[in-house]
T-cell receptor, first 114, second 117 residues
Framework: AQSVTQLGSHVSVSEGALVLLRCNYS??????LFWYVQYPNQGLQLLLK??????LVKGINGFEAEFKKSETSFHLTKPSAHMSDAAEYFC????????????FGDGTTLTVKP | DTAVSQTPKYLVTQMGNDKSIKCEQN?????MYWYKQDSKKFLKIMFS???????INETVPNRFSPKSPDKAHLNLHINSLELGDSAVYFC????????????????FGQGTRLTVV
């Protein structure tokens, strides 16, 4: 069984400020980890993912995330927020075994203030 | 070219009606999913099909019945619609979670906003 906790359902930052969206997971087997972004009235789009190898992964739009096994975390960061980053962000975990079921966090709404 | 397409995008219907949502993907994936996103934006998986075989069937009322005529299509039929069924339903597809490409992500459709009145 696996679960995902996204700390902070709403995060507000100023344009140009650091973005930090937190994700902690639990999984009984090594996980695959994903961050998705959802813009208003759109489907989910992959930002980045961790499967194996390098624990710092870079994604689209300047986002990156670091897999920290000891902390069971996969926090999403971006050095400088842009107005276009305002959206809903979802962290997801999927076990590397063949179960195939992804579990999504409850989402974090990112607001970017001018 | 839309990778995962759902129709309709909006669906408003009365309680008690039966409705269907269609989904098609042109990515060559062999696994498809239905997710439900409620008004608080919580996203929950409902069903998953791999090569037309049902592999995930979460606790969903049996008024909901998925049908996969082939690998590229997964439709969702809902009988006797209730107010609580109002939500956004997302179709998604991916490579098989059992194969060599199981570490790849899912691709989502644009969603179908179902409103039951």
């Amino acid at each position: 069984a696996q679960s995902v906790t996204q700390l902070g359902s709403h995060v507000s930052v100023s344009e140009g400020a650091l973005v930090l969206l937190r994700c902690n997971y639990s999984s009984s087997v090594p996980p695959y980890l994903f961050w998705y972004v959802q813009y208003p009235n759109q489907g989910l789009q992959l930002l980045l993912k961790y499967t194996t190898g390098a624990t710092l992964v870079k994604g689209i739009n300047g986002f990156e995330a670091e897999f920290k096994k000891s902390e069971t975390s996969f926090h999403l960061t971006k050095p400088s927020a842009h107005m276009s980053d305002a959206a809903e962000y979802f962290c997801a975990v999927r076990p590397y075994t063949n179960a195939g079921k992804s579990t999504f966090g409850d989402g974090t709404t990112l607001t970017v203030k001018p | 070219d839309t990778a995962v397409s759902q129709t309709p995008k909006y669906l408003v219907t009365q309680m008690g009606n039966d409705k269907s949502i269609k989904c098609e993907q042109n990515l060559g994936h062999d696994t498809m999913y239905w997710y439900k996103q409620d008004s608080k934006k919580f996203l929950k998986i409902m069903f998953s099909y791999n090569n037309k075989e049902l592999i995930i069937n979460e606790t969903v009322p049996n008024r909901f019945s998925p049908k996969s005529p082939d690998k590229a299509h997964l439709n969702l039929h809902i009988n006797s619609l209730e107010l609580g069924d109002s939500a956004v339903y997302f179709c998604a597809s991916s490579h098989s979670p059992r194969g060599a490409l199981r570490n790849t992500e899912a691709f989502f459709g644009q969603g179908t906003r179902l409103t039951v009145v």
